[in-house]
């Protein structure tokens, strides 16, 4: 499965297009690594997602085999490894 994709199915992102901003920008690593959206996703995998005020690390349990999953088990598709919370900066 793509990686945009896995990203909107887990409710990380809200929406495949916006998964795909976010790989495209290099905030998204999989297994430490800047990714195009396209990649594809393995269990076991580890995500990382960058956002201004946090970084949070996933580890990819079950990758699923439709296009739709409900938002009870999107939950059991990951497990959140890592959060970093980020203060803000000012200039």
């Known amino acids: 499965m793509r990686l945009d994709l896995f990203l909107k199915l887990s409710r990380i992102c809200p929406r495949r297009s916006i998964a795909q901003k976010l790989c495209e920008a290099g905030l ?24 201004p005020d946090r970084e949070t690390e996933f580890r990819v349990l079950i990758v699923p085999e439709a296009r739709n999953v409900s938002k009870r088990d999107a939950r059991d598709l ?12 000012e200039l």
């Open 78 to 89: 990951i497990e959140v490894i890592a959060e970093k919370r980020f203060e803000p900066v």
């Open 28 to 51: 998204v690593l999989l297994n430490q690594r800047p990714v195009k959206p396209a990649h594809p996703v393995n269990a076991g995998d580890i995500i990382a997602v960058r956002r």
